[in-house]
């Protein structure tokens, strides 16, 4: 038995959709979360960039919180950052990411042979699902499009109306996107709008997002590693790096239900 933390970092607040996800599957754990609302979006930025910002992060959450293990719960971050802080951490705290779990599940699946990719600007450009998938082996074909206004759209609340029918449409029709037979939601914020664009389907192509497989995955990693809780001692923690209304509000959505968001600089 271990109490240590779970950490879980974002660049704001779609993470929680994925800390959500790990509280209903491992509910006797701990979570420290961290969304950098300073930084965010950094689907936007240089990968040299968010790696700064990822080694401040990692250092917070195992140095000053006492994590047990990091969940890089962002599509970004793990797309930029992944191998640093495994190679930096290796043997000593198991580092998760949100894109091994989703390329896991569609390997697993051979009535797939084509599936398309929505993601930020920096995750489609870092090319680590292609990659990922053929160091699989995999001959999967991936077809990717960077929709960069989904993730600011439902941050400021446009999901189930006209606008985000109308976004979701306009980039779903994208020719990139045609013939698919699975769509991997590559960005944490997309969980909020799986609904419209499984109705955008019709139901005919499955989607994949990281918040339970990712959940799973960590249950397993935890229990291998004999760090596993049966019993939570301490209340979660919520930390954040610029605290608006706006952030509150938002953070009540993404997670389901009310948290004290607590500012921090680190
Ligand atoms: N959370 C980020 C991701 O999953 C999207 C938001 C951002 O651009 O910071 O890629």
């Known amino acids: 038995m271990n109490t240590q933390p779970i950490g879980i970092f974002d ?4 993470g929680l959709t994925v800390a959500k996800a790990i509280s209903k599957i491992l509910p006797n754990e701990q979570i420290i979360y961290f969304g950098d609302t300073a930084n965010l979006p950094y689907g936007d930025k240089s990968p040299k960039l968010i790696h700064s910002y990822v080694q401040n992060i990692s250092e917070f959450l195992l140095t000053q919180q006492n994590c047990k293990s990091i969940v890089i719960a962002c599509n970004t971050a793990s797309a930029t950052s992944y191998n640093f802080l495994r ?23 051979d009535t797939l042979k084509t599936v398309g990719l929505i993601a930020t600007k920096t995750t489609v450009e870092s090319g ?9 082996n995999s001959n999967i074909k991936i077809k990717v499009l960077a929709t960069p206004l989904l ?8 999901s189930h109306d006209k606008i985000s029918k109308t976004v979701i449409e306009n980039y779903l029709n994208h020719p990139n996107l045609q013939n698919i037979d699975a769509l991997i939601l590559g960005c944490t914020h997309y969980v909020l709008i799986k609904d419209e664009i499984d109705s955008f389907y019709n139901g005919k192509v499955r989607l994949f997002d990281s918040t339970d497989l990712l959940a799973l995955k960590l249950k397993r990693i935890l229990e291998k590693e004999n760090l596993i809780s049966n019993q939570k001692i301490k209340d ?3 930390f954040v790096s610029d605290l608006t209304p706006s ?12 948290i004290d968001l607590k500012l921090i600089s680190i």
Not at 11 to 14: D, F, K, L
Request: no cysteine; aromatic share 10%.
């Open 247 to 258: 952030f509150i509000t938002s953070a009540k959505r993404f997670y389901g239900q009310n």
């Open 87 to 109: 190679d930096k951490h290796k043997g000593s705290v198991p580092i998760i990411n949100v894109i091994d779990p989703i390329i896991e599940a569609i390997v697993k699946d």
């Open 151 to 158: 993730a600011p759209m439902i941050e400021e609340g446009f």
């Open 11 to 14: 660049s704001g607040i779609g």
């Open 128 to 136: 680590v699902y292609q990659e990922k998938m053929e160091r699989r």
């Open 236 to 238: 979660d923690l919520f």
